[in-house]
């Protein structure tokens, strides 16, 4: 993958450059804001964002447009709907043309970090334009880590603009001193600004993981066989791993979930919800399809994961594979049940 990263400014592009080095997704940062106003604005973020991705050698194009004449043309007409109808398009229009032209198969935007923009409406215009220009269109909800950049930022002593960018929401800040943050999606959490809970690839070592691991598969034969081929990941918190998960790949457009299991006094906060929405992210740019083989049991949990496809049941799968009865709770496990996520689609896990 090779990923061009809109950017409107150095503190939003902090959380979204270490998350996706964190995933080993190195961005290239393309500035393009003809929307932010009045000059000395403009020049001040541009000039923060040049020192900063120099800082931390991110490689950054900077693409000069300082538009007022034209942007007051383009939105005079209706205000209320100037970001929908002209800054969130021009600007991710211009990163894809740019992206197509230069080699680039991928691109998001540091928009998506904020929760004062209209976050759906980003996504919305994004993946049309993406569409249009052949190009996948990279999404995470960097908005989990918005209070963490921001202090990151401080700490660094970069420049932190007051409004969003155009002289009409620099109008709106001085018409209201109680700006509230808009409403998010229930359920939604900002990571703390101390990282509590991290997501990461083990490439050594796997075996550490082999006695968790076994709480969900009591085959340590054939653990250790998808453990050679597939890739692991681990969620800690704290510091401590309180879940892991195995994935292997099946052939070009298929992936399979082959085991995801939570430490016991752990269980029912929501980590492996957590680890799923991190895998999907992790493999829709690459991948079609992620399958789960599971009990009975554990089937309504899957489905609410977005594995809402029946894919097949093999008989007797635990039966044959396993030496000793398994039980799931008071379910004898007997049969595995197969569904399928479609990660094309940008399904939430709920």
Same mark, same amino acid.
Request: glycine share 4%; proline share 3%.
């Given at each position: 993958?090779?990923l061009?990263?809109h950017t409107?400014?150095?503190?939003?592009s902090?959380?979204?450059?270490?998350?996706?080095?964190?995933?080993?997704?190195?961005?290239?940062v393309?500035?393009?804001?003809p929307?932010?106003h009045p000059?000395?604005?403009?020049?001040?973020?541009?000039?923060?964002l040049?020192?900063y991705?120099k800082?931390?050698?991110?490689e950054?194009?900077?693409?000069e447009?300082y538009?007022?004449d034209k942007?007051?043309k383009?939105?005079i007409?209706?205000?209320?709907?100037?970001?929908?109808?002209?800054?969130?398009?021009?600007?991710?229009?211009?990163?894809?043309?740019?992206a197509?032209?230069?080699g680039y198969?991928?691109?998001t935007?540091?928009?998506?970090?904020?929760?004062?923009?209209?976050?759906?409406?980003?996504?919305e215009v994004a993946?049309r334009?993406?569409?249009?220009y052949?190009?996948?269109?990279?999404?995470?909800?960097?908005?989990?880590g918005?209070r963490?950049?921001?202090?990151?930022?401080r700490?660094?002593?970069?420049?932190?603009q007051?409004y969003?960018?155009c002289?009409?929401?620099?109008?709106?800040?001085?018409l209201s001193h109680?700006?509230?943050?808009?409403?998010l999606?229930?359920?939604?959490?900002?990571?703390p600004?101390?990282?509590?809970?991290n997501?990461?690839k %083990?490439?050594?070592? /796997?075996?550490?993981? *082999? $006695?968790?691991?076994? +709480?969900a598969?009591?085959?340590?034969e054939?653990?250790?066989q998808y453990?050679?081929?597939?890739?692991?990941?681990?969620?800690?918190y704290k510091?401590?791993?309180?879940?892991?998960?195995?994935?292997?790949?099946?052939?070009n457009?298929?992936?399979?979930?082959k085991?995801?299991?939570?430490?016991?006094?752990y269980?029912?906060?929501g980590?492996a919800k957590?680890?799923i929405?991190?895998?999907?992210?992790?493999?829709?740019?690459?991948?079609?399809?992620?399958?789960?083989?599971?009990?009975?049991?554990?089937?309504p949990?899957?489905?609410k994961?977005?594995?809402?496809k029946? %894919?097949?049941?093999i /008989?007797?799968?635990f *039966? $044959?594979?396993?030496? +000793?009865e398994?039980?799931d709770?008071d379910?004898h496990?007997i049969?595995?049940?197969?569904?399928?996520?479609?990660?094309?689609?940008?399904?939430?896990?709920?």
């Amino acid at each position: 993958m090779k990923l061009l990263m809109h950017t409107c400014c150095a503190p939003c592009s902090v959380y979204c450059i270490d998350s996706l080095r964190k995933e080993e997704i190195e961005p290239t940062v393309y500035w393009y804001n003809p929307n932010i106003h009045p000059y000395i604005e403009y020049k001040t973020r541009r000039d923060t964002l040049k020192e900063y991705t120099k800082s931390i050698n991110v490689e950054a194009i900077f693409q000069e447009e300082y538009g007022l004449d034209k942007f007051c043309k383009n939105v005079i007409g209706d205000l209320e709907n100037r970001c929908m109808n002209y800054c969130y398009p021009i600007r991710l229009e211009q990163t894809a043309k740019y992206a197509k032209e230069n080699g680039y198969d991928t691109f998001t935007t540091t928009l998506l970090v904020s929760p004062y923009q209209n976050h759906e409406g980003i996504c919305e215009v994004a993946e049309r334009i993406a569409k249009n220009y052949d190009l996948k269109f990279l999404y995470r909800d960097f908005r989990i880590g918005f209070r963490e950049g921001q202090a990151k930022a401080r700490e660094l002593g970069l420049y932190m603009q007051k409004y969003c960018g155009c002289i009409f929401s620099e109008e709106s800040r001085y018409l209201s001193h109680n700006q509230k943050m808009p409403k998010l999606p229930e359920s939604f959490e900002f990571l703390p600004v101390k990282h509590l809970i991290n997501i990461k690839k %083990e490439r050594e070592n /796997k075996e550490q993981y *082999i $006695d968790l691991l076994l +709480e969900a598969d009591p085959s340590k034969e054939m653990i250790n066989q998808y453990l050679s081929i597939g890739e692991l990941f681990v969620l800690t918190y704290k510091d401590e791993p309180v879940c892991v998960s195995v994935v292997t790949k099946i052939d070009n457009d298929i992936i399979e979930l082959k085991n995801i299991v939570t430490k016991e006094n752990y269980r029912g906060k929501g980590y492996a919800k957590k680890m799923i929405k991190y895998l999907v992210d992790n493999y829709k740019q690459k991948y079609n399809k992620m399958l789960v083989g599971t009990t009975e049991n554990n089937i309504p949990f899957y489905v609410k994961q977005g594995f809402d496809k029946y %894919e097949k049941t093999i /008989k007797n799968y635990f *039966i $044959d594979t396993a030496d +000793e009865e398994i039980k799931d709770g008071d379910l004898h496990c007997i049969d595995m049940y197969y569904y399928s996520k479609d990660l094309i689609k940008n399904n939430e896990v709920k």
